[in-house]
T-cell receptor, first 111, second 116 residues
Framework: DAGITQSPRHKVTETGTPVTLRCHQT?????MYWYRQDPGHGLRLIHY???????DKGEVSDGYSVSRSKTEDFLLTLESATSSQTSVYFC??????????FGPGTRLTVT | AQKVTQAQTEISVVEKEDVTLDCVYE???????LFWYKQPPSGELVFLIR??????QNEISGRYSWNFQKSTSSFNFTITASQVVDSAVYFCALRSQIQGAQKLVFGQGTRLTINP
């Protein structure tokens, strides 16, 4: 257990509305990541952070923004949700040299 | 470009059979790491193993074993005497370096069903 929580765990929202997902960690890890999981694609990196206020894009960042104002929280925002953003979102931290440990996931449905 | 291919989308076997999950990767890096994760029906992702590119020794952990072969760019995972609790989606992943952030590139996953 790497002390990662995600909120909310489930959310249904309408197209065009803003949505923010929260990832919270309790162990002061520097690196944090947001992935999305879709059938046939495995997990794909959306954004990552390498410190407070230090973030960068992953491979599927369009339509998403992130913020990290303190070490323990990494927020993922969908400015205007679309149906293509219906997915399961996982937050992860890097622990040790290489291993990434994942939070429990957030299932987001955009109707 | 980094890429991981898990060609087996779904596998179904009867309990106690041995099963091998295939993973083929592509990378231009001389140093890299490979991972396996398990995602049981409950949905969480569980880290199973990390292997670095300098260590080609096979690894065994109980009923699990991993066969890393650089010559064929493969990192296969075998479950011996499978059990119903092994039913899950298994992901193979490759570590890519982005400004030190160490991005993971995942395969598409293999859904393993163990039938009683």
């Amino acid at each position: 257990d790497a002390g990662i929580t995600q909120s909310p765990r489930h959310k249904v929202t309408e197209t065009g509305t803003p949505v923010t997902l929260r990832c919270h960690q309790t162990e002061n890890h520097r690196y944090m990541y947001w992935y999305r999981q879709d059938p046939g694609h495995g997990l794909r990196l959306i954004h990552y952070s390498y410190g407070v206020k230090d973030t960068d894009k992953g491979e599927v960042s369009d339509g998403y923004s992130v913020s990290r104002s303190k070490t323990e929280d990494f927020l993922l925002t969908l400015e205007s949700a679309t149906s293509s953003q219906t997915s399961v979102y996982f937050c992860a931290i890097r622990q040790g040299e290489d291993e990434q440990y994942f939070g429990p996931g957030t299932r987001l449905t955009v109707t | 470009a980094q890429k991981v291919t898990q060609a087996q989308t779904e596998i179904s076997v009867v309990e106690k059979e041995d099963v091998t999950l295939d993973c083929v990767y592509e990378t231009r890096d001389t140093t890299y790491y490979l991972f396996w994760y398990k995602q049981p029906p409950s949905g969480e992702l569980v880290f199973l193993i990390r292997r670095n590119s300098f260590d080609e020794q096979n690894e065994i952990s109980g009923r699990y074993s991993w066969n890393f072969q650089k010559s064929t760019s493969s990192f296969n995972f075998t479950i011996t005497a499978s059990q119903v609790v092994d039913s899950a989606v298994y992901f193979c992943a490759l570590r890519s370096q982005i400004q030190g952030a160490q991005k993971l590139v995942f395969g598409q996953g293999t859904r393993l069903t163990i039938n009683p």
